[in-house]
């Protein structure tokens, strides 16, 4: 039997990202138009056609696990960690007051554990493939260990998976925690996603797939959205981190309430492994699909935080949805921030709902740098915010990714009203 469906709202964020490893670093340099690009370092990418990314800066594992432990971990999962402990820090949740068995953990990743992935079968091959392999191989790649750790750590005992639909999951992870509290299967869910996919087998699989910006020699500027000299996206990495909590129970514990969680939508282009609808299906169904949610009409729409990855393809069919679904509507704001973070893969929906809720409580839209010459068919048709951040009263705000296979997830967040 159905029940009444309980409000959910947002009561804590947590950061690691290109553009700063908390929350508060991380939206001041969006806001500020900061590139978080640079030459990769993790490893030599001389041979390689896309030599840069947008890698975590600063990052100390030993700040958030006891010695000898983080090497049980992968870096995503270093990463998932080191976010939730803020989120949750940032919700001020006292677990030993709550019910631990309604407390739940749902996370996203599209590519797990590849780093430690790599690591292995390169240690197998060079080692006479001799099967020596590490006691904490298989726990390190899986997709689901952040969860399961983020659930460890705390004692939390509620509903706990992953979610993988490529660079939807996180935005996936966000939508079945809000729908499970909703329907009153958990008061609290620890939700977001985690990726660490700058390594070789990455970048030497996505340039093989031609998806890569090449602009080696203008790279901060390499990730332009909308751009009609776009190339590919900036592989990037972090994680993002948000407390769902329903309503009821962020107010019996007096939390501040961040934002609202109104409405989501899911969807498939049902067209190709990795590119998407030329026409946009997917993502106009999906948008459509939150807003019918979320009860309300394109018009109350304020921002839209868009998947925008600077691929040919994707950029262009997100435009013609979103036009199918909006209409020419000047006042409406859309920005890519992905020039400025790189694409985190599946961590990419939790990073860009941060800045949502950023952007609502601070009435701040964040810019889309580097775009000079935009689509001419779309070209005035909305507020691209480009170049700089603008000042605006936002209520409504939208987030959307999609993955290959195509796969849409959108997310819409409101200002807290009681």
Known sequence: MIKDLKRV??????????????????????????????????????????????????????????????????????????????????????????????????????????????????????????????????????????????????????????????????????IDACNYIRLGKADIIITGGSEAPINESSIGGFNASKALSTKNENFQNASRPFDINRDGFVMGEGAGALVLESLESALSRGATILAEVVGTGMAADAFHLTGTHPEGEGAYLGMLDALEDAEITPSEIDYINAHATSTHMGDESELKAMFRVFGE?????????????????????????ILCIKAIQDSIVPPTINTAEVEPEFAGKFSLTLGKAQIKEINFAMSNTFGFGGHIATTIFKKFIV
Not at 76 to 90: G, H, L, P, R, S
Request: hydrophobic share 40%; net charge neutral.
């Open 9 to 174: 709202v947002v009561t804590g964020m947590g950061a690691i990202t290109p553009l700063g490893n908390s929350v508060d670093e991380f939206w001041k340099n969006s806001v500020n138009g900061i590139s978080g690009v640079d030459f990769i370092t993790k490893f030599d990418a001389t041979n390689f056609k896309t030599k840069f990314a947008a890698e975590v800066k600063g990052f100390i594992a030993a700040d958030y696990f006891e010695k000898n432990e983080a090497r049980k971990y992968d870096l995503f999962t270093q990463y998932a960690v080191a976010a939730a402990d803020e989120a949750i820090k940032n919700a001020s949740l006292n677990f030993d007051l709550l019910n631990k068995n309604k407390i739940g953990v749902i996370w996203g990743s599209g590519n797990g554990g590849i780093q430690t992935f790599q690591d292995q079968i390169e240690d197998f091959v060079n080692g006479g493939k001799l099967p020596r392999f590490n006691p904490y191989f298989i726990p390190k790649i899986i997709a689901d260990i952040p969860s399961g750790i983020i659930s460890i750590r705390y004692g939390l005992r509620g509903l706990n998976f992953s979610t993988i639909s490529a660079c939807a999951s996180s935005n996936n992870a966000i």
């Open 329 to 353: 509507r000047k006042d409406l704001n859309i920005s890519a921030t992905k020039s400025m973070t790189g694409h985190l893969l599946g961590a990419a929906g939790a990073v860009e709902a």
